[in-house]
């Protein structure tokens, strides 16, 4: 029995007794949840729905709860409730219901864990979005592994997610970069504040050898060719590293779109029937201030340039005009105080930003070796990149292990630590038990072990109290998918894993799967080749979301 499946027989007890009171039933919930209590002793499960229910049913929590309780008690797969506290109730499930979860978890395959709860919404998640003036630095690194385990997270609760990668190929940023190409390009200085490192040579050689008159062409005439032909070289770079780290994006948006389809213009003109545009100083302004921010914000200079933020608006507007319900917007450290105006912005277009805007701010990623900082890319002369991470510790470590903390908390990420084949290593050891699983898979078929048909299945005999934690481990599952899913924290899914990972050992370590030399298969080794299987299958839909691979051997 799943935690889903006894929260609707909780439920369901419940609603007996409403209706054996001459309650509405209606006043219940629509659904409830059930818990695994701290103290183990206190039961598989635990749940407070008593207390929930009891102001709308006029019956004090504890005589509620006995009464749910008494029905509960009449179910299939219940071995016992006990009443606790004020009117918890802490449920047992006999050996069968348990370990029916291993059929449940094996039959479901990928799906388990998956779940409707964002059905109907459409997401625009939009992370990275790094200027293609370089290589995605460390800190971009940690916004494609988590905003790619996010996008997994939100599609396996039932969203509609269109990933999204922001780029713009003009701006101050984009001509310092078409300025240090074509100095390297002629074997002088970089500008003094223009782009170094060996890959600008590598981009200005390539440029000169696809388009050789962009060293005799004159200087702005140079540039142009320098800055489009750099600028696509560069981008096919970023989105093949990318490609090589597992993160692919549905849209490549181009900041140039917005201006050459009228898209700033659209915006504005929305802002100002909305009523919140304003001019002063010969400048466009709007008035974010009516919406918490700490001043308004300019628009349109006096000159007739529009401003960073007019982009950021249009770019706004163009995402809900594309239908989404909800713009989810990743973004740096040093961006924190973006969040007001963008909030304000969402809110003078006449949208909610609790409902429409999320804004998640990520903290700084470090890379240690041999016990020291790592501060420099050797090729892109400057902060540490993608390659320089996937180079040293590879593409499953790194994706662990940048999606295994909060975004709140900054990472150092040693590489002694993550290159290492010990359990200390938090990938090796949850790889370790995908490979194990596989491992046993491959030699029960050797000795003549299968699991059977469900029917064959005998989930009684999974009552040794490891098999009954990893049971209630593999329970767990879907709720952590979800809440990972609800409160954008792919860690969770990172250290739920270990923990798994540990159930399964212990119970590996306890419980014998295959037979020994010329014992009989008996159904208990039948039941605990099911209970191999189903937390191979969790282990490998719990790396998927985070993108790493599920081994079969190690």
């Given at each position: ?21 001459g ?50 008690g ?11 506290g004020?009117?918890?109730?802490n449920?047992?499930?006999?050996a ?14 990928e ?33 494609a ?13 039932g969203?509609?997610v269109?990933?999204?990668y ?8 984009i ?7 074509r ?13 170094r ?6 981009i ?7 388009h ?15 800055r ?21 994006f ?34 466009v302004w ?11 914000r ?21 995402k ?11 973004l ?21 930003p609790d ?16 016990g ?8 892109a ?8 991470l ?11 292990a940048?999606?295994r ?13 993550w ?8 990938v090796?050891y ?23 048909t ?6 009684e ?51 014998r ?12 080794h ?18 998927g979301?985070l ?5 079969e051997?190690?």
């Amino acid at each position: 029995m799943t935690p889903a499946k006894l929260a609707e027989v909780v439920l369901a007890a419940a609603r007996a007794v409403f209706t054996g009171r001459g309650l509405d039933p209606a006043a219940l919930p629509e659904s409830t949840a059930v818990e695994r209590p701290r103290n183990p002793e206190h039961g598989d499960y635990a749940s407070t729905l008593a207390l929930q229910l009891a102001k709308k049913s006029g019956v004090p929590p504890r005589e509620l709860a006995g009464e749910i309780a008494e029905q509960l008690g009449r179910a299939a797969g219940i071995k016992s409730v006990e009443i606790a506290g004020p009117g918890f109730l802490n449920i047992r499930l006999d050996a069968a219901a348990a370990g029916q979860l291993a059929r449940v978890v094996v039959e479901a395959g990928e799906a388990y864990g998956h779940s409707e709860r964002f059905a109907g919404q459409r997401v625009n998640l939009e992370f990275v979005s790094a200027n293609p003036t370089g290589p995605v630095h460390i800190g971009g690194v940690r916004w494609a592994a988590v905003g790619d385990a996010l996008s997994r997270l939100l599609r396996a609760t039932g969203a509609d997610v269109t990933t999204e990668y922001y780029f713009n190929d003009a701006g101050s940023q984009i001509d310092r970069f078409a300025r240090s190409l074509r100095a390297a390009a002629r074997s002088e200085p970089a500008p003094e504040d223009g782009y170094r490192g060996a890959y600008i040579g590598e981009i200005a050689n390539t440029v000169v050898k696809e388009h050789p008159e962009a060293l005799t062409a004159p200087e702005k005439e140079s540039e142009e060719i320098f800055r489009a032909a750099g600028v696509n070289i560069m981008f096919d770079e970023i989105k093949s590293s990318l490609a090589d780290f597992g993160v692919h994006f549905d849209v490549y948006f181009n900041e140039k779109q917005l201006h050459d389809q009228g898209e700033l213009d659209l915006a504005l003109e929305r802002l100002r029937a909305e009523g919140h545009i304003f001019e002063a100083d010969g400048a466009v302004w709007l008035r974010t201030t009516d919406f918490g921010d700490d001043k308004d914000r300019v628009l349109r200079k006096s000159d007739g340039d529009w401003t960073y933020f007019a982009g950021d608006c249009a770019y706004y507007l163009d995402k809900r005009e594309r239908g989404f319900d909800r713009v989810v917007i990743m973004l740096g450290a040093d961006h924190h105080g973006y969040v007001g105006r963008m909030r304000a912005m969402s809110a003078c277009f006449g949208d909610d930003p609790d409902t429409n805007l999320e804004i998640l701010i990520g903290q700084l990623v470090n890379l240690v070796e041999n016990g020291e900082p790592v501060r420099m890319s050797k090729r892109a002369g400057t902060g540490l990149t993608l390659e320089d991470l996937v180079d040293r510790i590879g593409t499953d470590a790194a994706r662990y292990a940048l999606a295994r903390y909060s975004i709140d908390s900054p990472i150092d990420i040693d590489v002694d630590l993550w290159t290492r084949s010990t359990r200390d290593n938090p990938v090796y050891y949850v790889q370790y038990v995908a490979a194990r699983t596989a491992s046993v898979a491959r030699n029960a078929a050797e000795v003549g072990l299968a699991r059977g048909t469900a029917d064959s299945f005998h989930p009684e005999l999974l009552d040794h109290e490891k098999e009954i934690d990893l049971l209630k481990s593999l329970g767990d599952y879907p709720a952590v998918v979800t809440a990972a899913a609800e409160l954008r924290e792919p860690h969770r899914v990172a250290r739920y894993l270990e923990d798994l990972a540990g159930a399964y050992h212990r119970f590996y370590d306890n419980c014998r799967i295959l037979p020994r030399g010329d014992e009989e298969i008996t159904d208990t080794h039948r039941a605990r080749l099911w209970l191999n299987d189903a937390t191979r299958t969790v282990i490998a839909n719990g790396l998927g979301l985070l993108g790493v691979t599920a081994p079969e051997r190690m």
